[in-house]
């Protein structure tokens, strides 16, 4: 096996060990940062997207950050039969596209089978999630580019 030898000049390794310790010491804040605007912006798309009836539905809608984690909720227990239907009509490809699968939106959300009732989705919380998502995602890169 054939060894190859890479001289490295010592300014270029002094720059490169600035510049990790600069992002070691702002990424922290910048992370979250971009965690509270994603939250933020999913939380107001959901409630632009959530179906209208009088109202509930909207107001139960919000977000909590706490340093670099957020939880996005919609506090009406009604929200996952608006989000993915009922019955026959029910479809889970929008949480599915975000790595969750059917079975486990069937298996919390399933109702009781009181009602034969078939309510057609209308997805407006997955949809902001996926698009908030993808907005945490450009944010964190953009800084890591700044930062370096």
């Known amino acids: 096996m054939s060894s190859v030898n890479v001289k490295i000049d010592p300014g270029d390794l002094t720059r490169l060990s600035t510049k ?18 994603a939250a ?10 959530a179906p209208k009836d009088k109202g509930d539905l909207r107001k139960s809608i ?11 909720f919609a506090n009406v227990k009604y929200a996952a039969y608006q989000e993915f239907g009922t ?12 790595g969750i699968s059917k ?3 069937k ?17 407006f919380f997955f949809p902001a999630v996926r698009k908030g998502f993808k907005k945490l995602l450009d944010g964190i890169e953009r800084d890591i580019k700044n930062l370096l």
Request: charge should be positive; proline fraction near 6%.
């Open 20 to 37: 990790i310790k600069h992002l070691k010491s702002k990424a922290p804040r910048e992370l979250s940062k971009n965690i509270a605007h």
């Open 40 to 49: 933020k912006f999913i939380e107001n798309d959901a409630v632009k997207n």
């Open 62 to 72: 919000g977000s909590e950050v706490v340093g670099k984690s957020a939880e996005i």
């Open 87 to 98: 019955g026959k009509l029910v479809d889970a490809s929008e949480a599915e596209s975000l």
């Open 103 to 105: 079975a486990t939106i």
């Open 107 to 123: 298996r919390l959300y399933k109702g009781q089978g009181k009602r034969k009732i078939n309510i057609p989705p209308q997805p």
